[in-house]
């Protein structure tokens, strides 16, 4: 069974800033980690492994630094690394960059693909559904609990909503997007840190790697219909007015309100 996680190294956005003029992410002396949705597919993967056998490649699309993210997910346990790097690839917005993890994911071969639900740098979610798109298999998102089938090339997977539970049978090749809530993910160890630096090697997919996969029009900036025009921190709200008063009149006081604001 071969397993592909992708992963994203974030900026901890419990230091992340803005430039209030600009309204860019201040990333200057802002530590990096591994997104926390993503660690916990690491860690279904390396379970799933655990259990059943196979082989987990983690990857990653960004500049050379992000090393860093994939030899921690190596000395957490995962088999190879791949770093997706190249100027062609910069700017790119989700669509973009699924594109070209698709380009890789198809290049490396795959019978699972899990992902983080979403970053949270960016909050999308469409990451890892857009790479099932591009590929043409089934996919399951915000899966809960994950299970392979005994003799069966499937997977049963409990998906969450907001008020229920769905389990749904999945084939392989397929792709799941794993909640922060599906497991705890397991500490680095010792021996893995070291393998993970001396031992292991992590290996740069450029564009060249998977021309034969992606078209260059479909890549980076020129291949993004979107773009991010600013960013910005909500402002604080204005001192509410309090009205102590009985029920009914507290009524007559908030239609009067909604009907101000056009909302009635």
């Known amino acids: 069974m071969k397993i592909i996680v992708c992963i994203k190294q974030v900026p901890d956005t419990n230091e992340v800033k803005l430039d209030q003029e600009t309204g860019v992410l201040i990333r200057d002396g802002v530590p990096s980690i591994i997104n926390p949705d993503d660690l916990c597919g690491i860690e279904a993967a390396l379970e799933l492994k655990d259990k059943y056998g196979g082989h987990v490649t983690v990857i990653t699309m960004g500049p050379p630094q992000a090393d860093v993210a994939l ?17 062609l690839f910069g700017g790119a917005d989700t669509w973009a960059t699924s594109k070209t993890l698709s380009g890789a994911i198809k290049k490396l071969g795959y019978d699972l693909i899990i992902t983080g639900r979403q970053a949270i740098d960016g909050d999308t979610a469409q990451v890892g559904p857009q790479i099932a798109e591009h590929l043409g298999i089934p996919q399951v998102t915000y899966a809960q609990e994950i299970e392979k089938l005994e003799n069966e ?32 993910p397991r500490y680095m160890s010792v021996g893995g840190i070291v393998a993970a630096y001396d031992e292991l090697e992590v290996k740069t997919i450029t564009y060249e790697d998977i021309k034969d996969f992606v078209e260059q029009k479909d890549i980076g900036l020129k291949g993004s219909p979107t773009r991010v025009k600013k960013s910005f921190t909500k402002t604080a709200k204005g001192k509410g007015e309090l009205h102590e008063v009985p029920d009914d009149e507290a009524v007559e006081i908030i239609i009067n309100k909604l009907k101000q604001h056009y909302v009635i």
């Open 71 to 87: 030899r921690e997910a190596l000395a957490m346990g995962c088999d190879a690394a791949h770093l997706i790097s190249d100027r």
């Open 153 to 184: 090339n499937a997977f049963v997977v409990l998906r969450q909503y907001e008020d229920r539970y769905q389990k749904i049978k999945i084939k392989a090749p397929a792709l799941i997007t794993a909640l922060s809530t599906l497991n705890s």
